[in-house]
């Protein structure tokens, strides 16, 4: 299986623009997450679902959203892109109990 | 807050030699704790975990401690070779229904030649 994959690879945007950051995983994981990573730093929960219809909100959800009508797709959406959100967006999924954490490969954004 | 942090921003280690990268954390109430290794450019890649319950636990050449009474995590790298180059985090996870992680800053390991 393909395991967490993201969409696209690398996305510059203008300020005010939107648009859409794909994760999707084969691995039947109930739970996925949305991280941003900074350069230099850690991961930082932006939001995160337990399962398909509920999602919940993480340490960083300020201008962002997210959906998860199907397991496997936990789309990531930024509606008014800003400077601030330049950054490398991970997403991930797990199956639950076990807590680890498998990770796609990312998605860098630049916002100018 | 809580917070997890790492004693050295970076390691420099010669092939071969054995690397040691060390991690606090201060939430008592972590029961979990894994170690993610992330290669340039690519998303972070699970090495091995450890629960509260345990002191020790090893891998394929990797071993993780955990010391409770000063929360202390370390993983050890046994023979390091150059495709160990990488930021290495440690990561914690409490209580709550998605067992969120909480990230360290990451530690660069460079293996010299």
């Known amino acids: 299986n393909a395991g967490v994959t993201q969409t696209p690879k690398f996305r510059i945007l203008k300020i005010g623009q939107s648009m859409t950051l794909q994760c999707a995983q084969d691995?039947?994981?109930?739970?996925m997450y949305w991280y941003r990573q900074d350069p230099g730093m850690g991961l930082k929960l932006i939001y995160y679902?337990?399962?398909?219809?509920?999602?919940d909100k993480g340490e960083v959800p300020n201008g962002y959203n997210v959906s998860r009508s199907t397991t496997e797709d936990f789309p990531l959406r930024l509606e008014l892109a800003a400077p601030s959100q330049t950054s490398v967006y991970f997403c991930?999924?797990?199956?639950?109990?076990?807590?680890?954490?498998?990770f796609g490969p990312g998605t860098r954004l630049l916002v100018l | 807050g809580e917070s997890v942090g790492l004693h050295l921003p970076t390691l420099s280690v010669q092939e071969g030699d054995n690397s040691i990268i060390n991690c606090a954390y201060s939430?008592?109430?972590?029961?979990?704790f894994i170690w993610y290794k992330q290669e340039s450019g690519k998303g972070p890649q699970f090495i091995i975990d450890i629960r509260s319950n345990m002191d020790k636990r090893q891998g394929q050449r990797v071993t993780v401690l955990l010391n409770k009474t000063v929360k202390h995590l370390s993983l050890q790298i046994a023979a390091t070779q150059p495709g160990d180059s990488a930021v290495y985090f440690c990561?914690?996870?409490?209580?709550?229904?998605?067992?969120?992680?909480?990230f360290g800053s990451g530690t660069q390991l460079t293996v010299l030649p």
């Open positions: 939430n008592s109430a972590s029961d979990y």
């Open positions: 679902s337990v399962g398909a219809g509920i999602t």
């Open positions: 990561a914690e996870s409490g209580t709550g229904s998605a067992r969120q992680l909480t």
């Open positions: 691995m039947n994981h109930n739970y």
């Open positions: 991930a999924s797990s199956y639950g109990l076990e807590e680890t954490q498998y």
